[in-house]
């Protein structure tokens, strides 16, 4: 990645007690209907944006709580404490592979960033969607459909 992709783009909780900037901009976007994000977001689903976990820098340790609410290798969720905001969230996908997932509510802008790209775990959308994004209606299709891209990076294909 050149120069174009650098960038100081600043995100923070509602509160605004936990905050982080990211030095890249996000590379992917997908919009994830699982169960666990209509939990934590309160939402239908959450617009998440991707990028590598050290372009992302947290301002305010302290503020957030980290939790994997799925078992040891699912996302470790970075939650406020203040105001049980989640805002970011990091990914352990290979050994020295590791993802930030950043929700695009949470970021002062998305200006030049990723368009969603597609809906993952639409098997348990809590109401459809007409646009004509891709759909992934199991864990196993849409763990490889948002992952593939960064895999695929790392071992060079
Ligand atoms: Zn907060
Ligand atoms: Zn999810």
């Known amino acids: 990645m050149g120069e174009r992709m650098r960038a100081q783009i600043n995100g923070q909780c509602e509160c605004g007690q936990s905050r982080y900037s990211l030095s890249r901009m996000p590379t992917r976007r997908f919009l994830c209907h699982c169960t666990i994000c209509q939990g934590v977001y309160k939402a239908p689903y959450a617009d998440v944006l991707v990028t590598g976990a050290r372009s992302v820098a947290i301002a305010s340790e302290h503020s957030l709580d980290f939790k994997r609410l799925n078992g040891e290798k699912s996302v470790d969720r970075g939650i406020c404490n203040h105001c049980e905001t989640p805002t970011i969230g990091f990914l352990q996908v290979l050994p020295g ?16 960033m990723p368009s969603p790209a597609m809906h993952i775990f639409y098997e348990s959308r809590v109401a459809d969607l007409h646009d004509e994004l891709p759909r992934y209606e199991t864990p196993g299709q849409s763990i490889r459909a948002c992952l593939w891209p960064f895999l695929a990076g790392f071992a060079g294909l």
């Open 97 to 112: 592979v590791k993802l930030g997932l950043v929700p695009a509510t949470r970021l002062e802008h998305t200006d030049g």
